[in-house]
């Protein structure tokens, strides 16, 4: 079968920095997508990586390990407007299979 | 750029009645994807269509769903009839279908069915 595991809930403090994991198990892998989703929102992209290594974007950044079928992403400085649930999602062929999702919420 | 299209925005029925969604994507994209999310899950693909040809299908519950690309443009997504467990957002997104990959999602349109 194909799964992608990722904690359900992330409590942080604002200005901390918080890691949010996932790993998958997927016939194929082309690469690792994250998207970000505000409560009533839709899924905004955030990262995509197909080899091994951290991609820094701003305050985020996202890491793979592919012979660990792992990864990572990686939120700096967080502010309150970064509450909202992440997603991971594994390019398998043409089809994106997504993570259950992580709900991040933020503490003053 | 204009964004994903979508409407309506929400739709209220009942079971048994049925519903339709519209979808524009953003123009030039090639792919088209629709997605059923329950509160509290992940978007699960329903089809995908590359221009107007369907690439995947597998999860679309076809007794009842059904949906189509004409001129590989536009989409409608039709539900008919609508069950309970049909409440969820439905969720329109599109691609470019190169690196990184990236979908560009609708606002998405809130389907209760009572």
């Known amino acids: 079968g194909q799964s992608l595991e990722q904690p359900s809930e992330v409590t942080a403090v604002e200005g901390a920095i918080v890691q949010i994991n996932c790993t998958y198990q997927?016939?194929?892998?082309?690469?690792l997508s994250w998207y970000q989703q505000h409560d009533g929102g839709a899924p905004t992209f955030l990262s995509y990586?197909?080899l091994d290594g951290l991609e820094e974007t701003g305050r985020f950044s996202s890491f793979l390990s592919r012979s660990d079928s792992y990864g990572y992403l990686l939120l700096q400085e967080l502010q309150m407007k970064d509450s909202a649930s992440y997603f991971c999602?594994?390019?398998?062929?043409?089809?994106?299979?997504w993570g259950a999702g992580t709900k991040l919420i933020i503490k003053p | 750029e204009a964004g994903v299209a979508q409407s309506p925005r929400y739709k209220i029925i009942e079971k048994r009645q049925s519903v339709a969604f519209w979808c524009n994507p953003i123009?030039?994209?090639?792919?088209l994807y629709w997605y059923q999310q329950i509160l509290g899950q992940g978007p699960k693909l329903l089809i995908q269509?590359?221009?107007?040809?369907?690439?995947?299908d597998s999860q679309l519950p076809k007794d009842r769903f059904s949906a189509e690309r004409l001129k590989g443009v536009d989409s409608t997504l039709k539900i008919q009839p609508a069950k309970l467990e049909d409440s969820a957002v439905y969720l329109c997104?599109?691609?470019?279908?190169?690196?990184?990959?990236?979908?560009?999602f609708g606002p998405g349109t809130r389907l209760t069915v009572t």
């Open positions: 997104a599109s691609s470019p279908g190169r690196p990184p990959y990236e979908q560009y």
């Open positions: 123009s030039g994209h090639a792919t």
């Open positions: 269509f590359q221009n107007n040809g369907v690439v995947d």
């Open positions: 997927t016939s194929g892998f082309y690469g």
């Open positions: 990586n197909a």
């Open positions: 999602a594994v390019r398998d062929g043409y089809q994106l299979i």
